[in-house]
DNA sequence: TCACGTTTTGACAATCATTTTCGTTTTCGT
DNA sequence: ACGAAAACGAAAATGATTGTCAAAACGTGA
């Protein structure tokens, strides 16, 4: 729909890692975007609502967010200096969190789940 | 040491779930403490800072904590509702996330689980 | 018990990401 | 081109968390 979102969308798509809307923001505002901050809340807000982008919160309780390849489900592998991530799949995982629920009596289990480390590159 | 920390260990230890500072701070005040949320504030960070209780964000970003009944690497089963927590282990994904970041060349490898669902008692 | 240096505490101010508010500007359908 | 609806952005408001700093509690040696 809208140029501002595409933008924003644009911006994340141009990292492999995941990037706060501070971070966009200064990126947008640094290549010669008006756009505002609040635009840029509003799109990120948009983008996970429809499930383009991934989000997760880091230690501080900042968000962050991932233009991933797939929209299926999946898990992150994400780069402790740079952020880069990689998506990863964990079939196995996903029944185990499943199994448990079951096994204490919780209903409708869903699961968050990301590996930390630091990339090859960043070694 | 304190008589401050150990009152705020022991209004975490008195609930079964994660509780936020401010939740806390607001119990503590209703049962007549005087304390105040700056030193909740502290307490939380030094008994988390030596392993004694767990922390984790809301969707929203808040701190939760929680009083563990081992300090062991484990993970949650968290009603959604009630916030209630179940102590719960998973060899195989410790396991599997360590193949997979040696996998993509990551090193220091950690991950950060959570499984959340309703409780029998809230469904 | 008293004086004094150390640690803990709590009221209040400061931060900082995120959300609201509210005019203004754009976009669209007709 | 025209008016309604949607998108924008600047600035104010929010809310959790942290920093500051003076007062209170503690411990200890005299």
Redesign the interface.
């Known amino acids: 729909m809208s140029t501002r979102r595409d933008a924003v969308r644009q911006a994340l798509t141009e990292s492999s890692g995941f990037r706060s809307a501070q971070d966009l923001y200064a990126d947008l505002r640094a290549d010669g975007s008006k756009i505002g901050l609040t635009t840029v809340y509003r799109a990120l807000q948009a983008l996970s609502d429809s499930g383009q982008v991934d989000v997760l919160?880091t230690?501080e309780?900042?968000?962050v967010y991932r233009a991933c390849d797939t929209e299926s489900h999946h898990h992150h592998?994400v780069?402790?200096v740079c952020s880069t991530a990689?998506e990863?799949e964990?079939p196995?995982?996903e029944k185990?969190?499943v199994e448990?629920?079951a096994k204490?009596?919780?209903?409708?289990?869903?699961?968050?789940?990301?590996?930390?480390?630091?990339?090859?590159r960043c070694?």
Chains 1, 2 share one sequence.
Do not use: K, N, P, Y
């Open positions: 919160r230690d309780g900042e968000a592998l780069c402790r990689v990863i964990g196995a995982v185990w969190a448990m629920g204490h009596g919780f209903t409708g289990v869903t699961h968050t789940l990301e590996v930390f480390g630091t990339c090859a070694s």
